[in-house]
Every structure is written in structure tokens, then in C-alpha cells.
């Protein structure tokens, strides 16, 4: 999607959850949970507003814009299995999600920054994509470049990664390793897909 600059926070406070890590738009959703404005307490929203709620929870999870998403989603409609799962999975095997997951970055927009950067390799070939599909065997590191390697090492050291089975991380050496695939267990994001599949069926 086109860089967010807005304020987090009340992203965060409007989708009723944290989909901004930063520690300043956690705080500030910990200390007013209700949405922003003056005339929202007590508004119930409609059908169509919560389901543009879920994906608007996708959107700014992940990252994406709306082509991106519907692109997505045309990828996943037609294949057997659950449709709102099968969307999800494709979006937590996004590479920026990936390093984001490990905990070699703090949240996933700064995951984006380093890949656009050209930070990391996949299996020794530099991707400069936040949207990479990572696959099973696929080896993540840090270019071996000095100055790149103690900038990642700190804050890997910092970062709390978000452990799953079929992702490994060596904090010494800063490899990231798939693996296999995630499954529905290893969704991360809080959302109701459902009503997001339904609401892009229309």
C-alpha cells in the first residue's frame, strides 16, 4: 500500500486492536481503547461497516494496498479449501511479515523499510519485494555488510519475535529459515475473514 503516515494510534483505537506495533501507538491504544471522536461511544456499525472494518485490520496489518489485496484474493478464490484462510496465509508468508515473525525487526513496517532497502538476501539474491513469497527451505539473512549486521543484531536483541513451528531464527548468525508452511493455527492477525471474503465477493 502507499505508505501510511497518518497517526497509528488511532488506527489502532478505530479497529478496536494493535495492528501498529510501535511502542508509541500501543501505549496510546492500552491508555483509550474506544475510538476516536467526539460521537462514536455507544455507535454500533453496520454490516457493511464492520466488514470494511476487517479489512481494513488487513490492510494496514499487512501492509497492503487495495489492488494488492484484491490481487490476493483472486489468487485464493477458485482453490479448494477456505477461501478467508487461504487469503491469510498467503499474507503471513509476505518475506517482510517473515522477518517481522522471527523478531529480527520490531513491526512490519520497518521489516518493509529494510527489504525496500535491500537489506536482506533470500537464499544469497538480494529482494528489494516486502511481498515475496517465501517458500519452504528458503534461507532469510542479513547482506554482509558491517554496518547492517550490528544495526540487525541490536535490534533483533530488542525485538519480540512471535515463535512458530515452521519458522527458525539464529540471533547469532541472523538467519531466518522456513521450515514449511504456515497453517491456519499460525494466522497472526485477530480477524474475522469471513466477512471480508464475503464483503469482495460482492
Known amino acids: 500500500m502507499a505508505r501510511y503516515t497518518g497517526p497509528k494510534a488511532r488506527v489502532n483505537r478505530r479497529l478496536g486492536t494493535i495492528v501498529y506495533e510501535n511502542s508509541g501507538a500501543s501505549r496510546a491504544f492500552d491508555r483509550r481503547p474506544s475510538p476516536p471522536g467526539m460521537h462514536t461511544r455507544g455507535r454500533r456499525p453496520s454490516n457493511y461497516g464492520l466488514a470494511l472494518m476487517e479489512k481494513q485490520k488487513i490492510k494496514h496489518y499487512y501492509g497492503l494496498g487495495e489492488r494488492q489485496l484484491r490481487r490476493y484474493f483472486n489468487n485464493v478464490a477458485h482453490k479448494k479449501g477456505n477461501t478467508s484462510e487461504l487469503l491469510l496465509l498467503l499474507c503471513e508468508r509476505r518475506l517482510d511479515n517473515v522477518i517481522r515473525r522471527a523478531g529480527m525487526c ?62 527458525t531464527f539464529d540471533n547469532e548468525t541472523l538467519r531466518i529459515t522456513v521450515q514449511g508452511a504456515p497453517g491456519p493455527s499460525d494466522i497472526s492477525l485477530p480477524v474475522d475473514g469471513n466477512i471480508v471474503v464475503e464483503f469482495m465477493s460482492r
Open 106 to 167: 520490531k513491526t512490519r513496517p520497518q521489516a518493509r523499510q529494510g527489504i525496500t532497502h535491500g537489506h536482506f538476501q533470500v537464499n544469497g539474491v538480494k529482494v528489494t519485494k516486502p511481498s515475496y513469497q517465501v517458500r519452504p527451505g528458503d534461507v532469510i539473512t542479513v547482506r554482509r555488510r558491517n554496518n547492517l549486521l550490528q544495526a540487525y543484531q541490536g535490534i533483533s536483541e530488542s525485538a519480540d519475535g512471535e515463535p512458530v513451528d515452521w519458522i
